[in-house]
């Protein structure tokens, strides 16, 4: 089973400022398949990127996403209000697993 | 638009049985991977299990034997029977569309199982 290790745990920052995520595979996750969600307290996760650069339907361009093999990164440009969530990597190149999160909290 | 709406979470004892059903909308459940994720109080994300196109289907190993995915076409519905629950299945499950048993690109709510005597 391929584990993936997101960090850092909690992420806290300003409205505006960078935010920087990251997600290490403890194999390679080949083909690159490798997707970003975001979840929101009392919601469902929301898909944002996936095949690890993708954007996903209406996702708004702030949101990027990088890496191969087994280091991927969630980048968001500039932080607005609603961004402030935890978000989970996952992959599935083989089988399907997630991280444990990252929680993106207002400093 | 696509929606998925599950149900039939609720309170039940060690060792009995549920089952959840997801009712779609928007597309055809028939074509495409469909799954069963959940979440444990304050915990992260846990894959359950998919279903292929074919009836062709993966657990997590931690359900292995005691879950069982479906679906039922005429009634475009997802469902997981579960059996021989335990404290450690309380989560709430959601269900999702898996693109291609890829990327995860629809989630319905989600319904609250808890297990406990």
């Known amino acids: 089973e391929i584990v993936l290790t997101q960090s850092p745990g909690t992420l806290s920052l300003s409205p505006g400022e960078r935010a920087t995520l990251s997600c290490s595979a403890s194999q390679s996750v080949s083909s690159s398949y490798l997707a970003w969600y975001q979840q929101k307290p009392g919601q469902a996760p929301r898909l944002l990127i996936y095949d690890a650069s993708t954007r996903a339907t209406g996702i708004p361009d702030r949101f990027s996403g990088s890496g191969s093999g087994t280091n991927f990164t969630l980048t968001i440009s500039r932080l607005e209000p609603e961004d402030f969530a935890v978000y989970y990597c996952q992959q599935y190149t083989s089988s399907w697993t997630f991280g444990q999160g990252t929680k993106v909290d207002i400093k | 638009e696509v929606q998925l709406v599950e149900s039939g979470g609720g309170l039940v004892q060690p060792g009995g049985s549920l089952r959840l059903s997801c009712a779609a909308s928007?597309?055809?459940?028939?074509?495409?991977?469909m799954t069963w994720v959940r979440q444990a109080p304050g915990k992260g994300l846990e894959f359950v299990s998919i279903i292929y196109s074919g009836d062709y289907t993966s657990y997590a190993d931690s359900v292995k034997g005691r879950f069982t995915i479906s679906r039922d076409n005429s009634k475009n519905t997802l469902y997981l029977q579960m059996n021989s629950l335990t404290a450690e299945d309380t989560a709430v499950y959601y269900c999702t569309r898996a693109v291609g048993g890829n990327q995860f690109d629809h989630w319905g709510r989600g319904t609250l199982v808890i297990v406990s005597s």
């Open positions: 928007g597309f055809t459940v028939s074509t495409n991977y």
